[in-house]
């Protein structure tokens, strides 16, 4: 059976984009207090402005600031006192010519004031406050809609929100946001010899890593799992599996299968879900070379190596890419940090190298300056899952490079650094 050819991850990926981009969910109404990790699937717009008052910064005299001018400790502006502004109650007055009212931190000006002076800087004198220090129109306040305005648009669709956004959301008096419903994914793995967790182990038989790390991965990342079983390699069995799973999912991976055996099936059942089937057989990419990239119609079909840590992997880069188009954005990079390399690492020519690596601390020597981190390579074959178990997050060593030298300063591309 001839592979496809054989594409570099970013090729792969750019590919991906250009067919699934346009695929999108239903769409689904959500309180804000479950909007965090999801993605709007139309402009978001402020009700209210924020803030909708004008208010202080600070503990201090709400006033007039021309009847400030000049004041100093030697010779202080005399206002009236006006009363105070109690936290979180509107004032039940206004200022006149003369006047001065204590207002706290956040609390809302009276009609009449322009500015706040600091506590520190004034005196109580019987009915009179003593303003012992110049202001200017709008000191120590935040007008209305400083933040932001009523009718703004806050975010667009392929925004995915994070913590803070939860936040603006609920200043400006948006209780529900609409959003797009979770990718609804389907994972299985194939093999004849893999046993679940608790199953009793026996001679040939291996325990199932791929289902369950890769739905973890998937859930972590924010996909809903309709389901992850594992098939045996049988064809008709793998062929039904697919097909329940391309009726009820959105995209669909399948770990195993993907090589050249008698019984991977992968590339043949794919190719008979619809056209125009498989178009890319085998990356450019270690450890994940053996990845199938299919599309039946407009779903996309993905076939993912069998050894656990080449699996996880391309679902890390792959799984990840998707959830961003699926939502109508582009994934953003992955949060990486500057760090030194420990010892050599001799590349994988003609393929890239993602090579796992452990964060140390600065200072932890190894050619590392005081203020350094330092990458130690996790030592490990593919089909190792404590490779990926002890990591904090990998490198990338080049196709065209033969490796990296001891003292190298590297980008180490954190494993679980964001949102997805």
């Known amino acids: 059976m001839p592979l496809l050819k054989v594409l570099t991850l970013e090729n792969a990926l750019s590919e991906l984009c250009s067919r699934f981009s346009d695929i999108r969910p239903e769409t689904e109404?959500?309180?804000?207090?479950?909007?965090?990790?999801?993605?709007?699937?139309a402009p978001?717009?402020?009700?209210?402005?924020?803030?909708?008052?004008?208010?202080?910064t600070m503990d201090g005299y709400a006033l007039r600031a021309s009847e400030?001018?000049?004041?100093?400790?030697?010779?202080?502006?005399?206002?009236k006192n006006a009363g105070d502004v109690a936290m979180g109650e509107e004032p039940g007055f206004s200022l006149r010519s003369g006047e001065a009212a204590y207002v706290p931190t956040g609390g809302m000006l009276p009609q009449g004031a322009d500015a706040v002076v600091m506590v520190e800087y004034t005196e109580v004198l019987g009915n009179e406050i003593a303003v012992m220090a110049p202001a200017s129109p709008g000191l120590h306040t935040v007008p209305v809609g400083r933040d932001i305005m009523a009718g703004e648009t806050l975010f667009k669709p392929g925004r995915?929100?994070?913590s803070a956004d939860i936040g603006v959301l609920a200043a400006s008096g948006i209780g529900e946001v609409e959003v797009y419903k979770k990718p609804a994914v389907t994972i299985l793995s194939t093999g004849d010899e893999i046993l679940g967790p608790d199953e009793e182990l026996r001679p040939g038989k291996i325990r199932d890593i791929n289902t369950l790390t890769i739905r973890a991965e998937a859930e972590r990342m924010g996909y809903r799992v309709i389901r992850s079983a594992v098939v045996p390699d049988d064809r008709e069995?793998?062929?039904?599996?697919?097909?329940?799973?391309?009726?009820?999912?959105?995209i669909l991976f399948l770990s195993g299968g993907s090589s050249a055996g008698k019984k991977d099936y992968t590339r043949d059942i794919f190719n008979?879900?619809?056209?125009?089937?498989?178009?890319?057989h085998g990356l450019a990419f270690s450890p994940g070379k053996p990845t199938i990239l299919a599309d039946s119609g407009g779903f996309p079909l993905i076939?993912?190596?069998?050894?656990?840590?080449?699996?996880?992997?391309?679902?890390?880069?792959?799984?990840?890419?998707?959830?961003?188009w699926l939502n109508g954005s582009e994934a953003p990079p992955i949060p990486w940090i500057d760090a030194v390399i420990s010892e050599n690492i001799h590349g994988s020519p003609g393929r890239d190298l993602y090579q796992p690596v452990v964060l140390k601390a600065p200072g932890s020597?190894?050619?590392a300056s005081e203020d350094e981190y330092t990458a130690e390579p996790v030592a490990g074959g593919s089909s190792m899952i404590t490779t990926l178990s002890h990591a904090d997050g990998y490198i990338i060593i080049g196709r065209d490079s033969e490796g990296i030298t001891a003292g190298t300063k590297v980008r180490v591309y954190r494993i679980s650094g964001d949102l997805g």
């Open 365 to 367: 020597g190894n050619g």
């Open 303 to 324: 076939g993912l190596p069998g050894h656990p840590v080449s699996s996880l992997s391309v679902f890390r880069i792959i799984g990840r890419a998707m959830l961003y």
């Open 68 to 79: 400030t001018s000049g004041a100093s400790e030697t010779i202080p502006s005399l206002l």
């Open 237 to 250: 069995a793998l062929e039904n599996a697919v097909r329940e799973g391309m009726d009820a999912s959105d």
């Open 29 to 41: 109404m959500i309180p804000v207090s479950e909007a965090f990790g999801r993605f709007p699937a």
């Open 160 to 162: 995915r929100l994070g």
């Open 44 to 56: 978001v717009e402020s009700r209210d402005p924020v803030p909708h008052f004008v208010r202080s």
């Open 272 to 280: 008979a879900m619809g056209e125009p089937g498989c178009f890319i």
